[in-house]
T-cell receptor, first 113, second 113 residues
Framework: QKEVEQDPGPLSVPEGAIVSLNCTYS??????FMWYRQYSRKGPELLMY????GNKEDGRFTAQVDKSSKYISLFIRDSQPSDSATYLC?????????????FGTGTRLTVIP | DTAVSQTPKYLVTQMGNDKSIKCEQN?????MYWYKQDSKKFLKIMFS???????INETVPNRFSPKSPDKAHLNLHINSLELGDSAVYFC????????????FGPGTRLLVL
């Protein structure tokens, strides 16, 4: 079983929709949770970072962590065509480093104007 | 004023060759990383390095070696290239005490024939 599971999609939504992206994980020791956005042919960029459980909001983006269910989510409100990208979740036990940072495979999102 | 830059952008080479990819960051960060992203978009961290410590992901073959001439540079050397090394390689950097906040370069697309 992979450490981190993520539905690769693709996911297509109309502009203005609420998007829900999710990852599940198997290691209950994960404490640091990150969401990255990767545009085509570009490097990933950090969108959201949360430590332990709870919610974090930044503009149209909300990250949720449910450690009891080993499930994290990224919600995008009022989605825009510019949100079209691949979204990767990542997590680690201690502060991220070479031996403890695990990524999901990414979900490809298309927002249709 | 690119924050993290990599050269070359594309690299096509024959099996068995030795090649290097260069990375430079002008963010003043202490820690740099190398990642490999395969054709299925799966991102895996290979190394993390600061001026005191190199941490190697134990799954990385010893044909791969990072070399840092100074704090702003972390180059990746690959010996005896294999077909399976074909991937996109990303360099990233972060402050040493905020390793969850990583800035990625644009990637180097390596194709081994």
């Amino acid at each position: 079983q992979k450490e981190v599971e993520q539905d690769p999609g693709p996911l297509s939504v109309p502009e203005g929709a609420i998007v829900s992206l999710n990852c599940t994980y198997s290691n209950s020791a994960f404490q640091y949770f990150m969401w990255y956005r990767q545009y085509s042919r570009k490097g990933p960029e950090l969108l959201m970072y949360t430590y332990s459980s709870g919610n974090k909001e930044d503009g149209r983006f909300t990250a949720q962590v449910d450690k009891s269910s080993k499930y994290i989510s990224l919600f995008i409100r009022d989605s825009q065509p510019s949100d079209s990208a691949t979204y990767l979740c990542a997590m680690s036990v201690t502060r991220p480093g070479a031996n403890n940072l695990f990524f999901g495979t990414g979900t490809r999102l298309t927002v249709i104007p | 004023d690119t924050a993290v830059s990599q050269t070359p952008k594309y690299l096509v080479t024959q099996m068995g060759n030795d090649k290097s990819i260069k990375c430079e960051q002008n963010l003043g960060h202490d820690t740099m990383y190398w990642y490999k992203q395969d054709s299925k978009k799966f991102l895996k961290i290979m190394f993390s390095y600061n001026n005191k410590e190199l941490i190697i992901n134990e799954t990385v073959p010893n044909r791969f070696s990072p070399k840092s001439p100074d704090k702003a540079h972390l180059n990746l050397h690959i010996n005896s290239l294999e077909l399976g090394d074909s991937a996109v390689y990303f360099c990233a950097s972060s402050p040493i005490y905020e390793q969850e906040t990583q800035y990625f370069g644009p990637g180097t697309r390596l194709l081994v024939l």
